[in-house]
């Protein structure tokens, strides 16, 4: 059990270091944002991209913060009714609950890989300063991925407490 807890924190860590990007993204954006509007008001002009600038780096900011969350224990679990049952069944459907969500956000890993290729074939690039799209499409994958892993990670430990009342109380610790 002391691995485990020693391994939650070295996932925390490594989540908490990927959602750096999204911390930065934001502050970029709203010194970005605060500046445009400045110059908008002061001056009568704009940054030019900052709009699509924005677009990019929110999504960078969001795709990055997912699996921080995930180790945060911060997404939405509906366990106000299965924490009643019997700690095996209760288990049970935690891990069927994490095994969807592992489907989804593997699925939403490969779609952003196949988007990340088309980008690359056809060479999207942003509309007003042509900014090549298939860096950003490369870290929304890579941050998809390592949410998946953290899911599957999670999966895993529920799978173990349908069995140990260890790993039940250790999991359950973020139920409220």
């Known amino acids: 059990m002391e691995k485990v807890q020693k391994f939650n924190a070295g996932v ?55 699996a921080y969350g995930q180790s945060k224990k911060s997404h939405i679990n509906m366990t106000i009714i299965i924490v009643h049952f019997p700690r095996p069944l209760r288990f049970i459907i935690f891990t069927l609950m994490g095994i969807l969500s592992v489907l989804a956000a593997g699925a ?26 298939w860096p950003f499409y490369v870290i929304e994958t890579a941050a998809m991925g390592i949410f998946t892993l953290a899911l599957i990670y999670d999966t895993i430990l529920s799978v173990i407490a349908i069995f140990r009342e260890d790993y039940a109380k250790m999991i359950q610790a973020d139920w409220s």
Not at 28 to 39: E, G, Q, S, T
Not at 108 to 133: F, H, K, R, S
């Open 108 to 133: 939403m890993t490969y779609a952003a890989a196949v988007q990340t290729g088309v980008a690359v074939n056809t060479g999207y690039m942003t509309e007003v300063l042509y900014i090549p799209l």
């Open 12 to 66: 925390h860590r490594f989540t908490q270091a990927i959602a750096l990007i999204s911390f930065i993204c934001v502050l970029l954006m709203m010194l970005m944002n605060v500046a445009d509007v400045i110059m908008g008001y002061l001056f009568q002009t704009h940054i030019l991209g900052a709009y699509e600038l924005t677009q990019r780096m929110l999504m960078c900011a969001v795709f990055t913060a997912f």
